[in-house]
């Protein structure tokens, strides 16, 4: 026992100096080789994101060339390229044109709005007047987006707010000769292209001002100081100076305002006229009618685009400004 006790007693302290080694082997080898140490953390939300996004958004896809019967309302194994097909129909190719007009035009809003109040933010606001703003500009994204679109349906009603301020003003016949117009007019501004635009660009303003703010603060103001110095005129200095440097931010602002309204279905459903767009396409196709291979293939349609325009963006060094 006394022999066994001493060979006990000289084997224990070598199993911490064994754990020691062991943690300062780790922990040199994850100092030493940074990739994969980043590819450890990354390991665990990059497997969430790959198996439960891409792996339900790669299911979604592959039906796509599947085949709708419509006799029986059921979707078959059998593999076609009809759904790509029809949607150069031309009732599925408005539809696209729609949604890539409106996307357009509240990127261009957005763009007119944003800069002006990201400049002012940037260059003019103090510290109290910037933090300010910056609460202003973030409030609404803290309110519930359904809650904001059912808002702006109260607004737009011809009982509602902005017609009592147009008639007060005495700029309701104004507002009539532009609902009078083919294309963004309609028979009251809740049911015209030209509301659903003012809704959507009030949803998404706040993605593209801060982007735009951030870039502005990034150009020296020296460089704004040493134009003027030159003689250059204000508008010079803004087309030479400004807002080249500031575009990046400007494009990394339209990556989100562009993506997140041609994704949208909810306020063309709740504001403006009859006509589908892409995202109202296809939660007609997948929850109403079942035609779930021609809701896949739609769903190409805005990743195309969307895919082509973040290349696009990348080349102007956007991903730079965000």
Known sequence: MTEASAMASTALPALPTL????????STLLYQRRTLTLFLLLLPPLLWFGVVYIGSLFTLLSQSIFTFDEMAMSVSAELTTDNFVSLLNPANYDIVLRTLGMAVAVTLGTVAIGFPVAYYMAHYAGPREKGFFFVGVMLPMWASYIVKAYAWTVLLAQGGVIYWVLRQLGLLPVLEAVLRLPVIGG???ATSNLGRFLVLTYIWLPFMILPIQAAIERVPANLLLASADLGAHPFKTFTSVLWPLAFPGVVAGSIFTFSLTLGDYIIPQLVGPSGLYIGNMVYTL????GNIPMAAAFTCVP???ITLYLALARRLGAFNAL
């Open 19 to 26: 754990n020691h080694n062991w943690r300062n082997s780790l």
């Open 303 to 305: 990743i195309v685009l």
């Open 187 to 189: 028979d009251t501004l």
């Open 286 to 289: 997948q929850g109403t009618i």
